[in-house]
């Protein structure tokens, strides 16, 4: 079956400590992205791929890092930089990037900072 | 700066009843793509529908269609026949590319209640 998986569903971290979220997609899809989402609030863009081996900057980069060596494979590292890591992350991938393709959208991780 | 607002923050409707979900957005640029997705429980995020700024006619996908209204920055979904798997969070959002720089913005989004 075609999809995006994101691993793992739950994660927990201490504080300071950085922590790597995984999405994997087999739709040969080449452009992904990465949103957060907090309690009553919608979907912030994070980092977003348009093509292997390049990626820019969301509306809310900061504290996190990303890499794209692979077509399938864009993970998210949360690092101690980020203030407020709590929340639940999204990973998406569309065929293209422009305006109005259509994203398709994984599982989602929530991470928990103790 | 590009905005999507979703002033209700919950709506219920009653089984197979019709109802209509607000959006109004603030963008300053004219060619764009506006959206309607649904979180169910599992929190995975559906695509429902799609709009495209320079196309006037309302786009449809059986039950759910929308109403643009581009001039008043206003694009509101109505489902119709409402069932119980109808029930989710429902966000709004707007998406546009310039350029070189992508921009998707969501709205807080509208929990739609079904009752039997």
């Known amino acids: 079956d075609g999809g995006i998986t994101q691993s793992p569903k739950y994660l927990f971290r201490k504080e300071g400590q950085n922590v790597t979220l995984s999405c994997e997609q087999n739709?040969?899809?080449?452009?992904m992205y990465w949103y957060r989402q907090d309690p009553g609030q919608g979907l912030r863009l994070i980092y977003y791929?348009?093509?292997?081996?390049?990626?820019q900057k969301g509306d809310i980069a900061e504290g996190y890092s990303v890499s794209r060596e692979k077509k399938e494979s864009f993970p998210l590292t949360v690092t101690s930089a980020q203030k407020n890591p709590t929340a639940f992350y999204l990973c998406?991938?569309?065929?293209?990037?422009?305006?109005?393709?259509?994203?398709?959208f994984g599982p989602g991780t929530r991470l928990t900072v103790l | 700066a590009q905005t999507v607002t979703q002033s209700q923050p919950e709506m219920s409707v009653q089984e197979a009843e019709t109802v209509t979900l607000s959006c109004t957005y603030d963008?300053?640029?004219?060619?764009?793509?506006l959206f309607w997705y649904k979180q169910p429980p599992s929190r995975q995020m559906i695509l429902v529908i799609r709009q495209e700024a320079y196309k006037q006619q309302n786009a449809t996908e059986n039950r759910f269609s929308v109403n643009f209204q581009k001039a008043a920055k206003s694009f509101s979904l109505k489902i119709s026949d409402s069932q119980l798997g109808d029930a989710a969070m429902y966000f709004c959002?707007?998406?546009?590319?310039?350029?070189?720089?992508?921009?998707?913005?969501f709205g807080t989004g509208t929990r739609l209640k079904v009752l039997a």
């Open positions: 998406a991938s569309s065929i293209g990037s422009g305006a109005g393709d259509t994203q398709y």
């Open positions: 959002a707007y998406c546009l590319t310039t350029s070189g720089t992508y921009k998707y913005i």
């Open positions: 791929s348009q093509i292997v081996n390049d990626f």
């Open positions: 739709l040969n899809h080449d452009a």
């Open positions: 963008t300053s640029e004219s060619d764009y793509y």
